[in-house]
């Protein structure tokens, strides 16, 4: 085993280059060493010699050449896993050292929810980050946590990810923060006379307009099981839409009903003049940021 893990490191060391991993990713992710060559400001033969210098360092076949381009092997798709996660340790480690260098800067890339950016609690967490860092520069882009699928964060696009966790268990290669539970509710807007009934059940909500995100989703799912478990059909949906900030201008208009978190009636109730029904849509869901 000793001698095995010694030529490792001599051929890492020696034969293994970072120019030449980040040119089979860049062919693996064109498609061909001709499209990788010209991306890379490189000739073909200098395309393939790197990846002939990569197989002769690994021992192994890293892709399949057909008249379609090219294809990573079995082998050569655990080495373009184990590159991109090469690539990102060196790239963290030049933005560790750039924080080190201003500890008050730094940039901090996050995927979030749509509900968690409309919402106001990932405000709330930034106003306090550059209370703390006032140069650091924040990125967010909206990304879902729900599906459980986190394509943003093992593409390395954001370093963390903000929102509700499906039922289903996280993968090994991923690490879950909880920060709180949350209940999702069933929300009008107050000018609705009808929405301040307090004796209003799941059968005065068959008739009502629906707004909520298209079909296919958690909080859809959610709303079709609670009436389902009623033996009450699934109200037509009027409105659907991704947008919390559309949602959230058509409630203060007109005689809509939505399902939101909790979190963001509690950041927008006076701001929209939100009222929530006393109906349950179930059980609370964590809310949680998720790292590699």
Known sequence: MAEWEDDWDRRIGEWVR?????ILLTTVACGSMAKAASQLSMTQPAVSQAIAQLEAATRVKLLDRGPRGVTPTIYGEALIRRGNEAFDA??????????LADPGGGEVLIG?????IAGGFL???????AH?????????TEANTAALAFTELRARVVDMMLGRLGSGPLDD??????????ALQVVAGGQNEWAHSDSIDFPDLVDKRWILAPPENAVYSLVTAAFRNRSLP??????ATW????????????????????SLVQYNAKRWDLKVLPVSLGPKLPVAIVTL
């Open 173 to 182: 290669d991923l690490h879950a923060d909880h920060l709180f539970d949350e």
């Open 123 to 129: 405000a709330e967490i930034i106003h306090t980050l």
């Open 90 to 99: 060196l790239k963290q480690g030049m933005r560790d050292i750039a924080f």
């Open 18 to 22: 970072m120019r030449d991993l980040r």
């Open 132 to 140: 703390r860092y006032p140069r650091m520069t924040i990125r967010v």
């Open 243 to 262: 947008s919390m900030t559309l949602r959230l201008q058509l409630l203060a208009a007109g005689p809509y009903v939505t399902a939101f978190p909790g």
């Open 234 to 239: 699934m109200p037509s949906l009027n409105i």
């Open 112 to 116: 979030a929810s749509e509900s968690h």
